[in-house]
């Protein structure tokens, strides 16, 4: 059963260990603070958690919220990170969070961007299935 919330205009939805994220209009700090709270508990309840985010209809992503989500997603990153939709700003702008992440971190995480949700969830399944095998502990 999943586990639905709504801050603002962001709606998450907890799918197992998937968070799914969709924001329509501006990203409010409380919401920030949400999806990463969801990061946290995915992480201690089930060691890991993988996330979809819906970016079709983002609108201003102030940037203290830009750097609440780089700290999170730092301190709680999933194993894989599927992006889909957006406009060309939106995609730009979160491909500029990813280089950011990348390096406070030091590290390439496991994201990607795609056209549409089939194609993202697709990749996340394949992912999943790719990092269970690699690790069959989780």
Not at 11 to 24: A, H, K, N, P, S
Not at 67 to 74: C, E
Request: with cysteine.
């Amino acid at each position: 059963m999943a586990t639905e919330y709504q801050v603002g205009g962001t709606e998450v939805r907890i799918e197992g260990d998937l968070i799914f994220v969709r924001t329509r209009g501006a990203l409010v700090p409380e919401a920030a603070s949400q999806i990463i709270a969801s990061y946290q508990r995915l992480t201690e309840e089930q060691g890991r958690y993988f996330m979809l985010a819906d970016m079709s209809e983002v609108g201003t992503v102030p940037a203290a919220q830009r750097r609440q989500l780089v700290v999170g997603t730092r301190a709680y990153p999933p194993l894989a990170a599927a992006f889909y939709g957006g406009s060309l700003a939106t995609r730009a702008m979160n491909a500029l969070l990813i280089s950011a992440l990348n390096l406070l971190s030091g590290q390439r995480h496991n994201l990607a961007t795609f056209q549409c949700e089939e194609q993202a969830r697709q990749w996340l399944a394949t992912e999943r299935q790719r990092l269970a095998e690699a690790s069959p502990s989780k």
